[in-house]
T-cell receptor, first 116, second 112 residues
Framework: GAVVSQHPSRVICKSGTSVKIECRSL??????MFWYRQFPKQSLMLMAT?????????EQGVEKDKFLINHASLTLSTLTVTSAHPEDSSFYIC????????????FGPGTRLTVT | GNSVTQMEGPVTLSEEAFLTINCTYT??????LFWYVQYPGEGLQLLLK?????DKGSNKGFEATYRKETTSFHLEKGSVQVSDSAVYFC???????????FGQGTRLTINP
């Protein structure tokens, strides 16, 4: 149980376009979802936390207008990278937790974004 | 701020060898500590955790003890298998918060 999927697994887009990444909890309802970014050989950096039905809370230094997060239902959160640039190329990972305050997060397999 | 530092990889061992992956942390309060594992092509999975000093987390033959005096949470396994090949992440969360702070990950390869 507690499976999280991400779609797409890989995406290549041109500079200036927008890309949407979906994160779904397949067999549970996720009150809270998290979006991380991982650079090569570096740790996961939390970008934002979203609770269903409310606005996402962004970490310091993360542009909320560039990385739009929508947590419209208890099983789906989306991250849209707007006006993508090559420096946005990265591995984006989502996770979900069953309840607010729950320690355990269930992670998706990640999405590799390449901006050309 | 809070941070986690773990031993740089990659680490390559032979099957049945003893494994240690070092992890130390900096935190202002009383964090909970975690080890996550990422197998090839999969998402991170919680391997084990400890929520207070001197607690020992264990799972699948792996162990880690929360050492407050040395601010460490080293991962150990007595006899590794090829199937243990993965990337291992040490992480902390502070004072019951959900936010996780990760180390940089250690890639482990076990050769038969």
């Amino acid at each position: 149980g507690a499976v999280v999927s991400q779609h797409p697994s890989r995406v290549i887009c041109k500079s200036g376009t927008s890309v949407k990444i979906e994160c779904r909890s397949l067999d549970f309802q996720a009150t809270t979802m998290f979006w991380y970014r991982q650079f090569p050989k570096q740790s996961l950096m939390l970008m934002a936390t979203s609770n269903e039905g409310s606005k996402a809370t962004y970490e310091q230094g993360v542009e909320k207008d560039k990385f739009l997060i929508n947590h419209a239902s208890l099983t789906l959160s989306t991250l849209t990278v707007t006006s993508a640039h090559p420096e946005d190329s990265s591995f984006y990972i989502c996770s979900a937790s069953i309840s607010r305050g729950a320690h355990e997060q269930y992670f998706g397999p990640g999405t590799r974004l390449t901006v050309t | 701020g809070n941070s986690v530092t773990q031993m740089e990889g990659p680490v390559t061992l032979s099957e049945e060898a003893f494994l240690t992956i070092n992890c130390t942390y900096t935190a202002t309060g009383y964090p909970s500590l975690f080890w996550y594992v990422q197998y090839p092509g999969e998402g991170l999975q919680l391997l084990l955790k400890a929520t207070k000093a001197d607690d020992k987390g264990s799972n699948k033959g792996f162990e880690a003890t929360y050492r407050k005096e040395t601010t460490s949470f080293h991962l150990e396994k007595g006899s590794v298998q090829v199937s243990d090949s993965a990337v291992y992440f040490c992480a902390l969360s502070e004072n019951g918060a959900q936010k996780l702070v990760f180390g940089q990950g250690t890639r482990l390869t076990i050769n038969p």
